[in-house]
C-alpha cells in the first residue's frame, strides 16, 4: 500500500479536523469515552487499594499499548458524520463490533505488549520499591521519594520503547484494516513503513498522543474530550497520509476544516 509523506502542519490540520468534529458531536463522543474513563478510574482506584501509587503511572502508559485497537467505534463515528447522516450511539459500538478480523489481530498484538509491560514493571517495582504501602497523598497524587521518582523514570524509559513499537504498528494499521482496504500483514508494513519514512513528524505524533492522552488519563475527565478528539485527528491524518481514490471516502482533513 502506497503512502504519502506528511508534514508536522499536517498534523496540525488533522488536530483541527478532529476539533471540529468533536464540537460536531460531542455528547456522543464523550459518552463512547466515558466507557474507557470508567474502566481507567476503576483501575486507578485499584492501584490505590492496594497501596501501590506508583504503578498509576505506568498504567496509564499502558493504555498507549492497547488504546488503538478500541478506535474504530470512533472512526465510524466520523465516517458517519462526513457522509452527512448524523451519527447515533449504535454506530459507535456498531464500529466496534464490527472491526475486521485484522484489528483484532493488531489488538492481541497491542494486548501481549501490554503484558509484557505489567510483567515488567512488576518486577521492577518489586525490586525498587518492594512491599512498602504506599497510598495516594491526594487523589491520583503520589508521594515524590526518593525510590519512586527512580522507578517512575525507568518505568518510563522500558515503556518509551513498548510505545514507540506499538504506535509504528498501529498508527495506520488500524484505520487501514478498518476499512478492510488490505490485509493484516500488507496493513502493519504499511504502518511501519510510513512510520520510519517520515521520522520526524512520526515522532512529533507519537508524542503529542502520549502527552495528551497521559495528562487526561491522570485527569479523567478531560479522557472525555482528548481521547475522541485525538481518535477523530488519527482518523484524519490516517486520510490525508493514505489518501482513497473512491469518490464516496471520507473526506480528508482539510475538507471537514473548511466545512
Avoid at 136 to 142: A, N, Q, S
Wanted: aromatic residues 12%; hydrophobic residues 60%; contains cysteine.
Amino acid at each position: 500500500m502506497h503512502s504519502q509523506s506528511f508534514s508536522i502542519r499536517d498534523i496540525a490540520v488533522a488536530l483541527t479536523a478532529g476539533r471540529l468534529a468533536f464540537r460536531a458531536m460531542p455528547g456522543l463522543s464523550a459518552a463512547y469515552a466515558a466507557v474507557f474513563v470508567v474502566i481507567g478510574v476503576v483501575l486507578m482506584i485499584a492501584v490505590g487499594v492496594l497501596n501501590a501509587s506508583p504503578l498509576v503511572l505506568p498504567l496509564a502508559g499502558g493504555f498507549l499499548l492497547v488504546g488503538p485497537a478500541f478506535l474504530s467505534g470512533f472512526f465510524e463515528l466520523f465516517r458517519v458524520l462526513r457522509s452527512g447522516r448524523p451519527p447515533r450511539a449504535i454506530d459507535a459500538f456498531r464500529g466496534f463490533a464490527g472491526a475486521a478480523a485484522g484489528v483484532w489481530a493488531v489488538a492481541g498484538f497491542c494486548a501481549f505488549l501490554f503484558l509484557i509491560w505489567i510483567t515488567d514493571v512488576g518486577v521492577l517495582y518489586a525490586f525498587m520499591i518492594g512491599a512498602e504501602p504506599l497510598p495516594y497523598e491526594l487523589p491520583w497524587l503520589i508521594k515524590p521519594s526518593q525510590e519512586v521518582v527512580a522507578f517512575e523514570l525507568w518505568a518510563a524509559v522500558m515503556g518509551a520503547i513498548l510505545a514507540f513499537a506499538t504506535f509504528a504498528v498501529a498508527a495506520f494499521s488500524v484505520p487501514l484494516l478498518y476499512e478492510r482496504r488490505v490485509g493484516p500483514i500488507e496493513a502493519i508494513s504499511s504502518s511501519v513503513r510510513t512510520v520510519f519514512a517520515n521520522p520526524v513528524p512520526s515522532l512529533t505524533w507519537g508524542v503529542v498522543l502520549a502527552a495528551a492522552t497521559l495528562l487526561a488519563i491522570l485527569l479523567p475527565p478531560l479522557l472525555l474530550v482528548v481521547l475522541p478528539i485525538l481518535a477523530y485527528a488519527s482518523f484524519a491524518l490516517y486520510q490525508r497520509v493514505f489518501p482513497s481514490d473512491d469518490a464516496d471516502a471520507p473526506r480528508a482533513p482539510g475538507d471537514l476544516e473548511a466545512s
